[in-house]
């Protein structure tokens, strides 16, 4: 029998991708699922007991947290990438990582087919068909809800009748989690206007007394949250989450152009992407020359852009990846952060690579680096080739 490697969720979708691959189409199907910090150990155990429910003949699951981190958001940070000044690329960058992940699977089995459950309504579809179509170009794509435009109720009515009775009910509101933020979708997104009700958020809020917190970065790494360092980044980012989620901090709403050219709204709830995304801006802002942040401004919304549609392989994110971690040399310091119910403040930072440094100068008080008629002199010669245009270009010449 040819293998097949199927992109598991165990949902109704890839449960129906299960039956048919392995009963229609003849196909030894081995499921894998990619965890981007989105599942507990009982959720990974149960995913697993349903694939082998459904006649798969083995069943893998990828810890891909910390090289979600190493090779994604590490970046994400490195270039404060915020989607349209909004959203932290929440799903776009986790399905990159799984989409690679499913390819390198696939090639080490040896498999004849990779297939996932993506519709043809989304970007998903496209992310994980390119980096296929990149990364294993001899193993064939199968996309069976994509391809035969099945319904949910069709789907149901095929498990059914192959004596498959899981509860398929569909939620009220669409919930994908990692570790770098939660979407939501649900029918106030499907509209150019409405927002989540309180109950459709995933954290709700407990805490309403404002608190401090402190995050401190090396070299623009995360390295500890209130004075307790953490081994990996990513346990710092799980420290921040637990803190400041129950603040209802991070919820927004995102509307952005899709890959295949229409617009969408989503919810997500990234407490912690924003807070340190934020945190960190803050400390380059202090460490970093105008010249630093403005090109790392422009190549980040690129970066942001490129990843967002599912380009992480091409060649020039590797360039850019090594400009942001080159800028990152200096960007070590804490950020004092305040939080309070849905809103946080950054407060202030401290670092040795402050170029705020007082014995330079107070903005709009004292200069310890030059004197008046330095000024003069400059003033004259930073505004001369515009005193000339002006003097050549006058009606009375």
């Known amino acids: ?55 798969v003949a083995s069943h ?9 981190y190493d090779d994604y958001i590490r970046y994400l940070i490195y270039g404060n990438v915020l989607k349209n000044n909004t959203y932290p690329l929440s799903v776009s960058a986790e399905r990159v990582t799984q989409a690679t992940a499913i390819a390198e699977y696939a090639k080490e089995i040896g498999a004849d087919y990779v297939a996932h459950g993506s519709t043809g309504a989304g970007n998903d579809q496209v992310r994980f068909d390119m980096i296929f ?6 193993i064939g794509i199968i996309t069976p809800i994509r391809d035969l435009k099945l319904s949910r109720e069709a789907e149901i009515e095929y498990l059914k009748s192959h004596g498959v009775e899981f509860n398929f ?30 109950e ?14 402190i995050v401190e970065f090396d070299k623009g790494e995360l390295v500890a949250v209130n004075g307790t360092s953490y081994e990996h980044p990513t346990d710092a980012i799980k420290a921040i ?35 340190i995304i934020k945190a960190h801006h803050a400390l380059e802002k202090h460490t970093l020359t105008k010249w630093q942040l403005s090109w790392k401004d422009q ?50 930072i401290e670092s040795k690579h402050d170029l705020m440094a007082s014995k330079f100068g107070s903005y709009g ?23 000339i245009y002006h003097n050549v270009n006058t009606d009375e010449n």
């Open 299 to 348: 190549l980040s919304m690129f970066y942001g852009n490129w990843m967002h549609e599912g380009q992480f392989h091409d060649p020039v994110m590797r360039n850019i990846e090594a400009f942001l971690a080159d800028t990152q040399k200096t960007v070590t310091g804490k950020v004092f952060v305040q939080l309070y119910p849905y809103r946080f403040q950054v407060i202030g």
């Open 200 to 213: 459709a958020w995933p954290t709700q809020v407990t805490k309403t007394e404002s608190e401090e917190l």
């Open 365 to 387: 008080e004292m200069n310890e680096g030059y004197t008046g008629d330095d000024v003069k002199g400059f003033s004259k010669i930073f505004g001369n080739q515009v005193k």
């Open 1 to 55: 029998m040819k293998k097949v490697v199927l992109a598991f969720s165990g949902g109704l979708d890839t449960s129906y991708c299960a039956i048919y691959l392995s009963k229609d189409l003849g196909l030894e199907v081995h499921s894998v699922i990619v965890d981007t910090g989105g599942f507990s150990k009982e959720e990974l155990e149960h995913i697993e007991k349903r694939a082998y429910a459904l006649g």
């Open 169 to 198: 009910e569909k939620a009220a509101y669409s919930i994908n989690k990692g570790i770098w933020g939660t979407s939501v979708g649900g029918k106030e997104t499907l509209k150019s206007k409405g927002v989540l009700p309180e």
């Open 241 to 275: 989450q637990a803190i400041a989620a129950p603040y209802g901090i991070g919820r927004d709403i995102h509307v952005g152009d899709t890959i295949i050219g229409i617009k969408g709204r989503v919810g997500f709830e990234a407490a912690a992407p924003m807070v």
């Open 133 to 138: 179509n990149i990364l294993c170009p001899n």
């Open 60 to 68: 893998h699951a990828v810890d891909a947290v910390k090289g979600y």
